[in-house]
């Protein structure tokens, strides 16, 4: 290799940058003991020579692997997809690179826990958990063994390692904010019975109901599992049996781009003849026809903030993870209710 070919080294960095090959490793490592004004001059030595760390050294030297593991509950939802979205980009700030081990919504408890056998022994030096069904006590174990955070999940004993919404208190806002406009019977499309996200924004529903003094009406409950076709079916069911409402909260915009589907296919019209609200505000929810109103759930910012808090750990820091609200978004798919 010629000279002119020959790659950038840290010492080169540091002779460029004017400090000390050990700043240099410093900035690289993600370290705070770093001087604003030096971090600034090796960073741009860096950007300017296009400079890549060799990973695998770096781990040798280190003892570590430099990976960062992700157990996600389905990387398919969108809703998943944004927060391990989240989580790259974090991580691309970093020497950590992303692994990940993926399961399905109503994958088998024993695959998710294959899924994190793999990251484990693979070496990961960290892991970020997003959903699943893993017990709290498999889950407290590990974190004795690696640094470990959590995303939309709890993980009784290690709440201060889990990032999540209040699911129970935006649900409620929601149902509440359909009340405002004059609905009474409301309609909800579940999410997966038995998922604890699910059951939340159903209580959430539930408590909105009982405080403004309207009956629960389990007729109006239907069964949903998260994705299109069975907020599709949920809608298709209540039409069927003939019943009446004139709003419908979905448990997810997944489920809530079925439901309006369903209503399209009925000829009802959104919102003038049944107000529809969902919860997550994917993306293409603003694209919608009429576009959704809709729960914001801040999916990319959480997945940042668990990587930083896990990136601090893997420093001896403290992850010092932010707290997170879930806010009403007002689009066109809801409307004041028609008198009759």
Known sequence: MSKANKPITIGDIARYAGVSPSTVSRVLTGSKRVAEDKRARVLAVIEQHQYRPNIVARGLVSGRSMLVGVLVQDITSPFFANIVRGIEEALDQSPYRLMVSTTQWRAEQQKEGRSLELLLERRADGLIVVGGHIPDAELRAVAEQVPLVAVARSISGLEHLCLQVDNEGAAYRATRYLIGLGHRRIAHVTGTPDHPDAQ?????????????????????????????????????????????????????????????????????????????????????????????????????????????????????????????????????????????
């Open 200 to 340: 939340a924004r159903a209580a959430g529903y539930r408590r909105a109901l009982a405080e403004a003094g309207l009956p629960i009406e389990e007729a109006l409950i239907v069964s949903g599992q998260f994705t299109e076709d069975s907020g599709f079916a949920a809608v298709e069911e209540l039409l069927i049996r003939g019943e009446r409402f004139s709003a419908i909260f979905a448990a997810n915009d997944q489920s809530a781009y079925g439901a309006m589907l369903a209503l399209f296919n009925h000829g009802y019209r959104i919102p003038e003849d049944v107000s529809v609200v969902g919860f997550d505000n994917l993306f293409l929810s603003a694209y919608t026809l009429p576009p959704l109103t809709t729960v914001h759930h801040p999916a990319v910012e959480m997945g940042q903030a668990a990587a930083e808090g896990l990136l601090r750990m893997l420093r001896d820091e403290a992850p010092n993870l932010p707290s997170f609200s879930a806010e009403l978004v007002i689009r066109q798919s809801a409307m004041r209710a028609r008198q009759t």
